[in-house]
């Protein structure tokens, strides 16, 4: 079952779903994706989407970690579910928790 919360709300270590058309709430790692393309120009500057993955990309600099999602994107196709990292104003993907096995390396 899902329920409408507040960005404000969010807390590292909740599931958040994410779909076309919405904003995205948080920094999230991604856990389950389809088809999921992201408009990162908030961040990037760079107009075309970025497609998203599950898998992650080692050594791979803040833009092109694909395995996560960043707060104030917006999804521009798909849906995803991913654990949220990162809350504020300025979040930008920090440490996962402990427990979380598949983290997307810095």
Known sequence: MYTNVL?????????????????????????????LEVDEATLTGESLSVPKQVEPTPGADL????????????????TATALVTAVGPKPRCV????????????
Do not use: F, K
């Open 7 to 35: 960005a404000e709300q969010l807390r590292p270590g909740d599931l958040i779903e994410v779909r076309t058309h919405e904003v995205v709430p948080a920094d999230a790692r991604i856990i389950e994706e389809e088809d």
């Open 95 to 106: 440490a996962l928790p402990s427990w979380y096995p598949a983290t997307c390396p810095r």
């Open 63 to 78: 833009p092109e970690r694909r395995c996560m999602l960043y707060a104030g994107t917006t999804v521009v196709a798909g």
